[in-house]
Nanobody, 121 residues
Framework: QVHVVESGGGLVQAGGSLRLSCTAS????????MAWYRQVPGKQRELVAT???????NYAGSLKGRFTISRDNTKDTVYLQMNSLEPEDAATYYC???????????????WGQGTQVSVST
């Protein structure tokens, strides 16, 4: 079983910054892609950014330049640096991790419980 835990959310003023963290834990992990999504009530969950084990990144077009995804493979951790936050960025941010796990290296895809980001004007 793979556990994914996010942290770093909170309340920030418009124009401010936050750094989210997400750590995966489990036996025999070999993580491929780590990703951040976000969701507001009543809307579909949307992709924010992804990063491969080799460091290749991909961003939702509207967020590139303000958000930066990075990862520490030695810690099975992914980060999301969010700058120049806008009220429209307020959402619950979820981490998604996929790869192989366990003695038999079975494929997995796991979500965290989410961390809330609020942006005040």
């Amino acid at each position: 079983q793979v556990h994914v835990v996010e942290s770093g959310g909170g309340l920030v003023q418009a124009g401010g910054s936050l750094r989210l963290s997400c750590t995966a834990s489990g036996s025999g992990l070999s993580i491929n892609v780590m990703a951040w999504y976000r969701q507001v009530p009543g809307k579909q969950r949307e992709l924010v950014a992804t990063i491969t084990s080799g460091g290749i990144t991909n961003y939702a077009g509207s967020l590139k330049g303000r958000f930066t995804i990075s990862r520490d493979n030695t810690k099975d951790t992914v980060y999301l640096q969010m700058n120049s936050l806008e009220p429209e960025d307020a959402a619950t941010y979820y981490c998604n991790v996929n790869g192989l796990a366990g003695f038999w290296k079975r494929p997995f895809a796991s979500w965290g419980q989410g961390t809330q980001v609020s942006v005040s004007t």
